[in-house]
């Protein structure tokens, strides 16, 4: 009885280990602009040999696609505690969640939204602050993993066979 017992309890411990290592885990990218946080948190999820973009994709379904949520599990959160102009759209400290539109792989659309704390798929386009479009590269290999990147002048994400960027400054 022990021992089935104990081959119950590690069967169970393989098997949430074993589905951990396959979720997308929290990241977190921030700067300091004129001694001011800006922080974007989101779930990075890992490509894993699967196709993410164009038809067929994972992204692609999505209820809301073309409308993606630039990561996975809850929608990406954008803090900052400076006034923003992000690729051309002003941004009021405060909180947002960030959107990409895919509607064209090959020329992303940034989406500043002020819905916050919802869920990646509950997207409200009645929500949006602005909108601004990405300067699309390509990475010089395939990025495996989700990853944000600030800088005093840069938005940057990458992933998969894409890297997109938006202007970043502080008004």
Not at 80 to 85: C, M, V
């Amino acid at each position: 009885m022990l021992k089935t017992l104990l081959t119950c309890i590690a069967v169970t411990a393989l098997t949430v280990v074993g589905a951990s290592a396959q979720q997308s885990p929290p990241a977190e990218a921030s700067v300091s602009i004129g001694g001011k946080a800006v922080t974007i948190n989101y779930h990075a999820p890992s490509v894993r040999g699967r196709q993410m973009f164009g038809d067929g994709g994972r992204i692609s379904s999505d209820r809301n696609y073309p409308i993606w949520r630039g990561g996975a599990n809850d929608a990406t959160a954008l803090h900052t505690e400076a006034d923003l102009n992000i690729g051309g759209v002003d941004v009021p400290a405060g909180d947002y969640t960030i959107y990409i539109s895919l509607a064209d792989t090959d020329a992303w659309e940034l989406i500043i939204n002020k819905q916050t704390g919802q869920w990646g798929l509950t997207y409200d386009a009645g929500q949006d602050l602005g909108r601004a479009k990405m300067t699309m590269t390509k990475p010089s290999s395939k990025v495996e993993t989700l990853k944000y990147t600030l800088t005093a002048d840069k938005f940057e994400l990458a992933w998969d066979d894409y890297v997109a960027s938006v202007s970043l400054s502080a008004k």
